[in-house]
């Protein structure tokens, strides 16, 4: 039996195409194994659509080309003519939704201006760009006004299959065919030996079972398919961050109308067609559309946004343009079905055992039906009957074919895998209401075998609700207390007001967060958990983030990204000149700064001993489980070339941010080591924090080795491989090395690898995993592609 199963030994991660198409020849011997097996994968339809995917990606390419290079030629064209209709005229709006789409689809920037830009554009929605869409104004065209001219943000999906289809397919089974065959012909020769009503018994009964076994198959696909159909809408749930009647808020992507000013980041997918209002360093992929690999750059003179591209670097606001099947993602969706979803790797091997254990059972049906039909025809030619036949030979003969067909019927175990699939979908069920979503059912078989969970530290190990715990200013370190005003006014009162004025800029201009106010006149903080706590300090200080925005202009940003791991802003002064600021990794900042603010609050040359004593500051603050940040600025006389500075810096602050472990994650990373289940941090934090965290989490043993990315990626294979088994923490890592960990972990160790992470930067290695958990149901839609459960704390794990 090893012998006759070693060729289904196959990998458990995705089988290619050409594996499946292999694995399906081998067991073509089996009656009606697409059901019997749960093929659910639709090779031919998928190959057809990944080849029309292609022509259509090629055609939109050419059609790109095409379009920009006919606009070259027309200089002297107006504006096309097209009427507006009545409605249209009547709501407000001076643009049709055809017109208003082909221009961000054929990227036309002539017809662009010719409607006076963006700002034009926004007039003809009546859409003022700062304000946003006016949802309390009843004399304003209202969200249901605007979906009824532009249309709503959904895609047209494949209709649900009917319960008749699943009857349909269920019948298609071979065993079946033979069955109802046998039960036809017990019928007839029944009634004719025995007449009627006896001699139609035992087909009757077969017939009956049929019936049952048919019904019985169709509820329990038509069940699963509802089920995974509900699943499919709750992970399209994606909420986006709009501006409407002058507030920053969330929608969900179905909400999106037609003149929404929409804020997009690294890592979000462009959810409408639309265009670029301002922004920084806006760089976007649309390769899911074009097939070009390189990124475009899009800023004021090209301006085009397309729905489902992806955001890779910079942010910045758009204005909605076109929305559902009207946007190119749409029209690309439209002609793409869905191909089905691979077998799990566990049915992979059922399925083998059923194949060998079908081929033999085939071959005893086919043994005994020869023996009893030679038996039989060997007793006639004794007994000189073999030239007369009589209904009971034939009844006979059909008694010893539904032997066989019961011996095969037997012999398979069609239901190894149906119960499977019932037990993963009873899985997924437990799963949910431990409010842990389960986005693809064969998650739940692979994380019952990982060996090894590769963690992000902050938002998984940690409550990612952080605030400014101390922090060194001006020679002094300092605990806030955030609860209370002590620590806020004791180092209002022992700073000089010239370096607290410095220290608001650096914190509220500096910043990718908002400060919104709701309907009520509270204010909250909308951004990233880190650049929230600093702005909260900031306020908390006497910061006004109006006002100083107001004041200052901001003329360039470079966004923080996980490569630069910092970010710097350039600002024009009131008084003349500009000012960069800087703030981000303690090290790199630190690095950057030749000045430092002293204990009299003079800014003064950064001596080797003050390095010496600011590292030692940051490794304190970072033994003590604080995240650290360095805030740095310098004044800039020549602004021409637009550059932020790369050094020269003088130092304003370091700060210390907490982020408590979550509850139950001590116990649940203990659990894990004890049921076999390696565990290891990789976090972009610094060392010094990952190992306290670690320490706290008991993730870092003794025995144990932590390691920064830079001294992992400098190793040789050789050199990694010797050392991965005993790494536990690696700090200060790019998403690369998370990748590069779990490759090796997965290829030369044969270790089933699950992978947590609640951000873009793990997008890379979630995809790699065995199974990727992702925390939250919130979060960007990179991340949200790639991974197979939603889970809530790590403690689900």
């Known amino acids: 039996m090893e012998k006759l199963l070693k060729d289904f030994d196959v990998a458990s991660k995705n089988p290619s195409e050409e594996a499946q198409r292999r694995w399906r020849s081998a067991v073509s011997m089996v009656k009606n194994r697409r059901r019997r097996f749960r093929m659910v994968a639709d090779l031919a339809k998928r190959s057809e659509a990944e080849k029309k995917r292609r022509g259509i990606q090629e055609k939109i390419r050419v059609a790109l080309y095409v379009q920009k290079a006919a606009l070259t030629f027309i200089d002297a064209a107006g504006l096309p003519e097209y009427k507006l209709s009545d409605d249209i005229r009547k709501e407000g709006f001076g643009i049709d939704p055809e017109e208003l789409a082909s221009i961000v689809r054929g990227h036309d920037i002539k017809r662009l201006k010719l409607h006076g830009g963006v700002q034009g554009i926004a007039s003809k929605v009546s859409v003022p760009l700062e304000e946003g869409i006016c949802t309390e104004d009843p004399s304003k065209s209202s969200i249901s006004v605007r ?10 999906e494949k209709p649900a299959r009917s319960f008749l289809t699943f009857v349909w397919e269920a019948l298609q089974d071979l065993t079946l065919i033979i069955l109802m065959v046998c039960a036809v012909v017990s019928i007839g020769v029944g009634i004719g030996t025995e007449g009627w009503p006896k001699g139609m018994y035992d087909g009757l009964g077969i017939l009956i079972s049929i019936f049952l076994v048919v019904i019985v198959t169709a509820i329990s696909d038509y069940k699963q398919s509802l089920q995974f159909r509900d699943l499919d809408q709750e992970k399209k749930k994606i909420f986006v961050q709009v501006t409407r009647d002058g507030r920053r808020g969330k929608v969900s992507i179905y909400d999106l109308v037609v003149g929404d000013v929409v804020h997009i980041s690294t890592g979000d997918i462009v959810p409408a067609d639309g265009l670029f209002i301002t922004g920084y360093s806006l760089l976007i992929d649309e390769s899911s559309l074009s097939g070009e690999s390189e990124p475009v750059n899009v800023y004021e003179g090209k301006p085009f946004l397309l729905s489902g591209t992806k955001v890779q670097d910079g942010s910045g606001k758009m204005l909605v343009t076109a929305v559902g099947m009207r946007t190119e993602w749409g029209k690309l969706m439209e002609t793409l ?32 039906f020869l023996v009893l039909t030679v038996r039989f025809l060997v007793e006639k030619a004794l007994k000189h009957e073999f030239t007369s036949w009589s209904s009971a030979d034939a009844l006979t003969l059909v008694d010893y074919f539904a032997i066989a067909v019961t011996i095969l019927v037997v012999a398979v175990p069609e239901g190894l895998p149906l119960a499977v699939t019932l037990s993963l979908a009873f899985a997924m069920k437990k799963l949910m209401n431990d409010w842990a979503l389960v986005r693809r059912l064969s998650a739940c078989e692979t994380m019952g075998s990982a060996s090894c969970i590769c963690t992000d530290k902050t938002g998984t190990l940690t409550t990612n609700h952080m605030v400014v715990d101390k922090i060194w200013l001006a020679g002094k370190a300092m605990d806030m207390n955030m609860k209370g005003a002590k620590g806020k006014d004791f180092l209002k009162s022992e700073t000089r007001e010239e370096v607290l004025a410095i220290l608001l800029q650096a914190i509220l201009l500096n910043t990718s967060s908002e400060v919104v106010k709701d309907k009520e006149g509270k204010q909250s903080i909308l951004g990233t958990p880190t650049e929230s706590a600093l702005l909260e300090f900031g306020l908390l200080l006497g910061g006004d983030f109006v006002a100083h925005h107001g004041e200052n202009k901001t003329l360039k940003v470079e966004p923080f990204s996980s490569v630069r791991k910092k970010m710097s802003v350039l600002v024009a002064r009131p008084d003349g000149g500009a000012r960069a600021f800087c703030k981000g990794a303690s090290e790199i900042v630190l690095g950057m700064c030749d000045k430092i603010v002293d204990e009299e609050g003079n800014f003064a040359s950064m001596s080797e001993e003050q390095v010496k004593n600011m590292t030692d500051v940051i ?18 006389d020549d602004t021409s070339n637009g550059n932020i500075p790369e050094g020269g810096y003088t130092l304003i602050t370091i700060v210390g941010i907490k982020d408590p472990v979550r509850p139950g994650v001590k116990e649940a990373v203990k659990t894990c080591l004890a049921a076999g289940i390696t565990v290891r941090m990789v976090t972009g934090d610094n060392i010094h924090t990952a190992k306290a965290i670690a320490k706290e989490c008991g993730i870092l043993t003794e025995g144990g080795i932590a390691i920064e990315g830079p001294e992992f990626r400098g190793k040789s294979l050789e050199q990694k491989q010797e050392i991965i088994p005993r790494i536990q923490v690696m700090a200060r890592s790019l998403p690369l090395d998370k990748h590069t960990l779990v490759t090796i972990l997965r290829k030369e160790f044969d270790e089933v690898v699950a992978v947590t992470g609640d951000g873009t930067n793990d997008a890379p290695a979630l995809h790699e995993a065995d199974i990727g958990f992702a925390m939250g149901i919130a979060g960007t839609e990179v991340r949200c592609r790639r991974i197979s459960l939603f889970i809530w704390n790590f403690f689900e794990v």
């Not at 049915?347 to 043994?367: M, P, R, W």
């Open 619 to 636: 490794y304190g603050f970072a033994s003590e489980a604080l995240r650290t940040l360095c805030l740095a600025f310098k004044d800039v």
């Open 147 to 156: 979906q009824r001219i532009y249309g709503f943000n959904r895609f047209t």
């Open 337 to 368: 079905s869905e191909g089905g979803d691979n077998e799990t790797p566990l049915q992979v091997k059922l399925n083998g055992v059923a194949t060998v254990i079908g081929k033999i059972g085939l071959g005893f049906a086919v043994l005994t």
